[in-house]
């Protein structure tokens, strides 16, 4: 099985160029309704993010009831994920020390899509 995020937001084909400008990758359309993109994949470092247009997916209500979780590699990549999806949405949980020897946020982007951030150091074994 393969789980993928599903996420829906207005202006499909403005919006997914957004998050390629985020996270890089490769952008894949999948349908169109004349020159409205109802469907795309974003393809970043072995992963697909999955995007619909509202006129495609049409949703009831706009809602926090899926959360992106994202682990990334690097400290310097998280912090400008962070400080790009941070940009005209809404801050939940700023980046603090996790427990888990790395850090954690949560931020809501302006498409009102939730997006846990992670990343974890390199554990390092001392000899006893």
């Not at 160029?17 to 999948?30: C, M, N, T, V, W």
């Not at 682990?71 to 980046?95: M, Q, S, W």
């Not at 951030?117 to 001392?126: D, G, K, T």
Request: charged share 25%; aromatic share 10%.
């Amino acid at each position: 099985m393969i789980a993928a995020p599903f996420i829906v937001v207005d202006h499909c084909q403005d919006e997914i160029k957004h998050y390629q400008s985020i996270f890089g990758g490769e952008i894949e359309i999948l349908r169109r309704h004349g020159e409205a993109v109802l469907n795309a994949d974003l393809h970043v470092e072995g992963a697909t993010l999955k995007f619909a247009d509202t006129l495609a997916a049409k949703p009831a209500r706009i809602g926090d009831y899926v959360r992106v979780f994202l682990n990334i590699e690097t400290e310097g990549r998280f912090r400008e994920i962070y400080d790009k999806l941070a940009e005209g949405g809404t801050v939940l949980v700023e980046v603090y020390a996790a427990p888990f020897n790395g850090l954690l946020a949560i931020v809501t982007d302006r498409n009102g899509v939730c997006w846990v951030l992670s990343y974890y150091r390199q554990r390092v074994n001392h000899p006893c």
